[in-house]
């Protein structure tokens, strides 16, 4: 793929930001008879999505809508954004469906993914395929040295800057125009959840010698591989699989002595100590 020059400033005459207001204009017209993107499919928005406009002087703007360009989990970008020419009325010569599906982009190189703050990896103009042109979108680059950020890393909402390269048809794509309402924006749905399970062991605290004790737990966020309670009595429960804050119970073998209970999810413990009730005697 060839690479040109980074783009001069899009700070520009008067003429040239009423004529890209105008498309701009004509562009949410025409979102309106925006298709359907290819193969949709659920889109579960793991990390968030991308949405906003982004600028490309060679085919005008592009439209980011959320529920179509997903971040998943992984940091890779899905989905597709839609590319149409505002000053093509008809719809006769537009780019189209711009995917950044990894099933699209092999003939490219690595599926797009955001790292922390910077987006690497490439987009495609599906619409390419055996019209003599690769349609491949490189996010990032270094001859010259050129790539997209996203401010505050992916835990964080925000803007993103900077340039993609898409050969000769394409050109570069400013990611944060800021003619009109462009820009494209990075909106986080993930909600961290606990960090780890957090146990809670209940029981009595004496009991009569030789009798047993009713344990209750409580554990939110659950370790997949179980929890454990043992007792240094020797009594062992067994792998048990609570349910996320849902109450179970078990019961002890017999209690002989002050013994301590030890309830155990991954690196996380509660314990507590059942006693035995002093036996007085007359004198």
Known sequence: MNTRLLPRSISSPVVFLAVAAALFLVLVALRQVTPAPPLAHAQTTDLGCLSGYAWSDNIGWIDFTCSNVPVRSSGTIEGYAWAN??????????????????????????AARITGTALSGWAKAISADGNGWD???SLSGSSPSYGVTLSGGTGTSGGLTGYAWGSDVVGWIDFAHTTGNSGITFTTTYIPGPSGPTPLLQGPTQVRKGTTATLTYTVTSPSVEGCTIVGINGYNSGVLYPTDGVPGSVTTTAINA?????????????SITVGIIPIFQEI
């Open 135 to 137: 349609g491949c979108i």
């Open 258 to 270: 002050n013994t301590r209970f030890t309830l155990t999810c991954g690196t996380a413990v509660a």
């Open 85 to 110: 020419p505002s000053d093509d009325v008809a719809l006769t010569n537009n780019i189209g469906w711009i995917s950044f599906n990894p099933a699209d982009t092999a003939t490219c190189g690595a």
